[in-house]
């Protein structure tokens, strides 16, 4: 089945310590992303990469990291968490980057720092 | 800058019809997109209209683009109770989608 994984898909934690959250997909899309969800916000993009060992900042960059070694995953890393960082996350992937192709969703990840 | 914006809240009854409203500011973008987000799930892309369109019909779904006045719509017939949900406008640009704060639709049977 054609599908974007992320885990975990719940994670509480505490300010400072160091998390990653995995991304995954199966259907050899080039195109990769990360956007939070927050309410009355919408989804805002965090990091994005076009193809492997590339990636941009989104719009809201600050305090995270990516990496894409591997065309299948591209986690999302959060080197020292904040309570500003508690938030719904979702990767999303699709074959190219124009605007003319689906972006497949994840499930999201629940992240809550205290 | 690009901006999407969506009211916050829709209420309808069953077996009428909803009209989500959505407005931007950026008209480059070549499409725009119709994402809905059931309780606790990822977003589903629910339709698309390419930006030289005007209107895009897919069974009970109806999308308006109103290039002028940089609106778009979206409009579910016979809505159920299972249409409720929150549901997303984005424009697509290179790289990434500038999505709206989303709307909650409820439906009341």
């Known amino acids: 089945e054609a599908q974007v994984t992320q885990n975990p898909r719940y994670l509480i934690t505490v300010t400072g310590k160091k998390l990653t959250v995995t991304c995954s997909q199966n259907?050899?899309?080039?195109?990769m992303s990360w956007y939070r969800q927050d309410p009355g916000l919408g989804l805002r993009q965090i990091y994005y990469s076009m193809n492997v060992e590339v990636t941009d900042k989104g719009d809201v960059p600050e305090g995270y990291k990516v990496s894409r070694k591997e065309k299948r995953n591209f986690p999302l890393i959060l080197e020292s968490p904040s309570p500003n960082q508690t938030s719904l996350y979702f990767c999303?992937?699709?074959?190219?980057?124009?605007?003319?192709?689906?972006?497949?969703f994840g499930p999201g990840t629940r992240l809550t720092v205290t | 800058g690009e901006d999407v914006e969506q009211s916050l809240f829709l209420s309808v009854r069953e077996g009428d019809s909803s009209v989500i409203n959505c407005t931007y500011t950026?008209?480059?973008?070549?499409?725009l997109y119709w994402y809905k987000q059931e309780p606790g799930a990822g977003l589903q892309l629910l339709t698309y209209?390419?930006?030289?369109?005007d209107m895009k019909q897919d069974q009970r779904l109806t999308v308006l683009l109103n290039k002028k006045d940089k609106h778009l719509s979206l409009r579910i017939a016979d809505t159920q109770t299972g249409d409720s949900a929150i549901y997303f406008c984005a424009e697509a640009f290179t790289g990434k989608l500038i999505f709206g704060q989303g709307t909650t639709l409820q439906v009341k049977p």
């Open positions: 999303a992937s699709s074959l190219s980057s124009q605007g003319s192709y689906e972006q497949y």
């Open positions: 950026d008209s480059s973008s070549t499409y």
């Open positions: 209209i390419f930006s030289n369109m």
């Open positions: 259907m050899n899309h080039e195109y």
